[in-house]
T-cell receptor
Framework: DGGITQSPKYLFRKEGQNVTLSCEQNLNHDAMYWYRQDPGQGLRLIYYSQIVNDFQKGDIAEGYSVSREKKESFPLTVTSAQKNPTAFYLC???????????????FGPGTRLTVL | LAKTTQPISMDSYEGQEVNITCSHNNIATNDYITWYQQFPSQGPRFIIQGYKTKVTNEVASLFIPADRKSSTLSLPRVSLSDTAVYYCLVGAGERDGGSQGNLIFGKGTKLSVKP
């Protein structure tokens, strides 16, 4: 059963702690993405990766880090430097990761992070 | 950046046809128009994509006029389960300074279907 998975679904963190969100896909997609969504808002791009061992900053990368050691995995670390980390985090993947808007993105179920 | 403008919210009743219009005045020649649907606490789901004229699939239709400065998503005979946020997007290409491979999600249109 192909798809994109994220874990955990809910995550609680104390201030000052780093936390890593998991994202895995078995769609054989080259590109993977991380978005952040705040209540009532659209999605904002944090990081994206078009190929293994390469990734680029999105619009709100500060306070986040990623790695892309395997094609199917793109974990996101929310560091203590992120001033307001409480949000809904969405991971996506697409086949080519090209500039073309025909490259449809497929999203995971999301992880809701709450900082206590 | 190729931005889009959509109504913030719309109300409808079960069985009605719903049309959501999106404006994208600065759409680039190579850009396609893509619509996504998002339910609360879930990831967005691809609905339909088109370049010009009309595209239809099992879920919706997409109407795009010749100037491509707007598009209309049409949902036939909506049901309560169509209550969701609908996003209209166009690609943000490298030449526009946007993040490569990024689709810009605005706030979307919150559709509420009532019985």
């Amino acid at each position: 059963d192909g798809g994109i998975t994220q874990s955990p679904k809910y995550l609680f963190r104390k201030e000052g702690q780093n936390v890593t969100l998991s994202c895995e896909q078995n769609l054989n997609h080259d590109a993977m993405y991380w978005y952040r969504q705040d209540p009532g808002q659209g999605l904002r791009l944090i990081y994206y990766s078009q190929i293994v061992n390469d990734f680029q900053k999105g619009d709100i990368a500060e306070g986040y880090s990623v790695s892309r050691e395997k094609k199917e995995s793109f974990p996101l670390t929310v560091t203590s430097a992120q001033k307001n980390p409480t949000a809904f985090y969405l991971c996506a993947s697409s086949m080519r990761g090209s500039h073309s808007s025909t490259d449809t993105q497929y999203f995971g179920p999301g992880t809701r992070l709450t900082v206590l | 950046l190729a931005k889009t403008t959509q109504p913030i919210s719309m109300d409808s009743y079960e069985g009605q046809e719903v049309n959501i219009t999106c404006s994208h005045n600065n759409i680039a020649t190579n850009d396609y128009i893509t619509w996504y649907q998002q339910f609360p606490s879930q990831g967005p789901r691809f609905i339909i994509q088109g370049y010009k004229t009309k595209v239809t699939n099992e879920v919706a239709s997409l109407f795009i006029p010749a100037d491509r400065k707007s598009s209309t998503l049409s949902l036939p005979r909506v049901s309560l389960s169509d209550t969701a946020v609908y996003y209209c997007l166009v690609g943000a290409g490298e030449r526009d300074g946007g993040s490569q491979g990024n689709l810009i999600f605005g706030k979307g249109t919150k559709l509420s279907v009532k019985p």
